[in-house]
């Protein structure tokens, strides 16, 4: 769905989940307006999106309209595709999203939308100059002039919002970059070997992540796209993420997994930048455990099965 990437570069700078520009933002907000037109128009003449009947490509745009409808689709907005949040409002009741997607709540739409609001600056101290050096004034103007100079470009330059895992710092005893070159140069079992000697719990944590609706899988080859579509939304998180989802199974009966490898111990605040990873149910795992160590590599490795369904395709995030 080419809908989630641009909604995504349009939200993820307004909460601090990116960096904010102003045009990359306005940009985004038109590339999801032109493509919502384009489903606008498609359900017009159609009550789903590709048959008479839901399946998971309208739970997907559902997933991706209640994201904007909690963050930036305002009443202007939704008021301009009738079709569309005519087409989410029927989904959003049904038994199953409303449990899975909502947790049994009523949809959620706001009346404003979120706009982005510059890190507060420091003030700096004023510094009281004698009466006999007038000429010390000087740099006061200097800063007017800058201060308007700054104002004048909407784009900040230097302060940047932050991402939640940032906080964190960098891990002392567990490089994630090291590891990810690691994983790509070596053979699998080469790099999970340097993965258990180095992996500190304290400073990463290992999560599973099961998608929600495997009755909707088809072709496995969309499948795998799915992934790819999850793993390109989560970009915002690439430098404290790194993991392998699979596709498990054949044709019209298969099932997605993966392993992701956290920096902290809240995968929510690594996954939140995706409109889509409530489609996903996590748990987090426990690396001392020999089941939960070989869940991890054996998705690592591309190998192993989910119940009876066998390894067919995967996807690296890294």
Same mark, same amino acid.
């Given at each position: 769905?080419?809908?989630?990437?641009?909604?995504?570069?349009?939200?993820?700078?307004?909460?601090?989940?990116?960096?904010?520009?102003?045009?990359?933002?306005?940009?985004?907000?038109?590339?999801?307006?032109?493509?919502?037109?384009?489903?606008?128009?498609?359900?017009?003449?159609?009550?789903?999106?590709?048959?008479?009947?839901?399946?998971?490509?309208?739970?997907?745009?559902?997933?991706?309209?209640?994201?904007?409808?909690?963050?930036?689709?305002?009443?202007?907005?939704?008021?301009?595709?009738?079709?569309?949040?005519?087409?989410?409002?029927?989904?959003?009741?049904?038994?199953?999203?409303?449990?899975?997607?909502?947790?049994?709540?009523?949809?959620?739409?706001?009346?404003?939308?979120?706009?982005?609001?510059?890190?507060? @600056?420091?003030? !700096?101290?004023?510094? /009281?100059?004698?009466?006999?050096? $007038? =000429?010390?004034? +000087? #740099? %006061?103007?200097? @800063?007017?002039? !800058?201060?308007?100079? /700054?104002?004048?470009?909407?784009? $900040? =330059?230097?302060? +940047? #919002? %932050?991402?939640?895992?940032?906080?964190?710092?960098?891990?002392?005893?567990?490089?994630?970059?090291?590891?990810?070159?690691?994983?790509?140069?070596?053979?699998?079992?080469?790099?999970?070997?340097?993965?258990?000697?180095?992996?500190?719990?304290?400073?990463?944590?290992?999560?599973?992540?099961?998608?929600?609706?495997?009755?909707?899988?088809?072709?496995?080859?969309?499948?795998?796209?799915?992934?790819?579509?999850?793993?390109?939304?989560?970009?915002?998180?690439?430098?404290?993420?790194?993991?392998?989802?699979?596709?498990?199974?054949?044709?019209?009966?298969?099932?997605?997994?993966?392993?992701?490898?956290?920096?902290?111990?809240?995968?929510?605040?690594?996954?939140?930048?995706?409109?889509?990873?409530?489609?996903?149910?996590?748990?987090?795992?426990?690396?001392?455990?020999?089941?939960?160590?070989?869940?991890?590599?054996?998705?690592?490795?591309?190998?192993?099965?989910?119940?009876?369904?066998?390894?067919?395709?995967?996807?690296?995030?890294?």
């Amino acid at each position: 769905m080419e809908v989630a990437p641009t909604l995504g570069q349009w939200f993820q700078p307004l909460i601090g989940a990116t960096p904010y520009n102003k045009k990359h933002v306005e940009d985004a907000q038109t590339a999801t307006k032109a493509r919502f037109q384009i489903l606008e128009d498609h359900l017009l003449h159609n009550t789903f999106l590709v048959s008479e009947r839901i399946t998971l490509a309208d739970f997907f745009l559902a997933s991706i309209v209640q994201r904007g409808s909690e963050l930036v689709f305002d009443p202007s907005f939704r008021s301009s595709y009738p079709n569309i949040f005519r087409h989410y409002n029927t989904v959003a009741r049904t038994s199953a999203y409303k449990t899975v997607g909502l947790n049994g709540q009523d949809p959620t739409f706001v009346d404003t939308a979120v706009t982005y609001t510059p890190p507060a @600056k420091a003030e !700096k101290p004023k510094v /009281e100059k004698a009466p006999a050096a $007038p =000429k010390a004034e +000087k #740099p %006061k103007a200097e @800063k007017k002039k !800058k201060d308007d100079d /700054e104002e004048e470009d909407d784009t $900040p =330059k230097e302060t +940047k #919002p %932050k991402h939640p895992i940032e906080a964190l710092g960098p891990a002392k005893s567990f490089p994630l970059d090291e590891f990810k070159r690691q994983y790509s140069n070596l053979d699998t079992p080469d790099a999970l070997k340097w993965f258990d000697e180095h992996y500190d719990p304290q400073e990463y944590s290992l999560w599973h992540a099961e998608y929600k609706y495997p009755e909707e899988l088809t072709q496995v080859f969309m499948s795998s796209n799915l992934i790819t579509g999850f793993h390109s939304r989560l970009e915002g998180s690439r430098k404290y993420l790194f993991g392998n989802a699979g596709v498990y199974g054949v044709k019209d009966n298969s099932a997605i997994q993966g392993v992701y490898l956290v920096r902290g111990s809240d995968g929510v605040a690594a996954f939140d930048v995706a409109p889509d990873y409530e489609s996903y149910n996590f748990r987090q795992l426990d690396w001392s455990k020999p089941e939960d160590r070989k869940l991890t590599e054996d998705v690592w490795k591309w190998e192993g099965a989910m119940g009876d369904k066998q390894f067919a395709d995967g996807k690296t995030f890294k």
